[in-house]
């Protein structure tokens, strides 16, 4: 959707990763899309070097996020989150899908919320 503005589609989807999930790093990305890393390395480097997304190294892995302190980080999640909606239902409902970081402890009981 976003293609145009951002250069490629792989530009637009290494944005809407991050903006759904809130971090990430370049493996899990492509993964996710099912497409080379080093296509994905390439916009996180763009991004990076423009200030759009920060890295943080965590052990032997470097995560990204979107920076916050970007100067057009409000309009740019506004774009993103509008042009989801044009996205197919089942893409859109994978990226905003929360996975769980871990299992839930086999004592701990089951709350149902509404």
């Known amino acids: 959707m976003l293609e145009v ?11 809407q990763y ?3 999930k809130e971090e990430g790093y370049i493996r899990g990305i492509a993964d996710f899309y099912k497409v080379s890393p080093s296509v994905i390395k390439s916009q996180i480097d763009k991004f990076e070097t423009g200030g759009v997304i920060v890295g ?10 979107i920076n916050k302190r970007y100067a057009f980080y409000n309009e740019l999640v506004a774009l993103l989150k ?12 994978k990226l905003i899908e929360k996975s769980r970081k871990r299992p839930r402890s086999n004592k701990k009981p089951l709350i149902m919320r509404d």
């Open 82 to 93: 509008k042009a989801r909606y044009a996205y197919p239902e089942e893409e859109r409902l």
């Open 56 to 65: 943080t190294n965590i052990a032997n892995i470097r995560m990204y996020r």
């Open 5 to 15: 503005l951002l250069g490629s589609k792989n530009a637009e989807r290494v944005l």
């Open 18 to 20: 991050l903006l759904a």
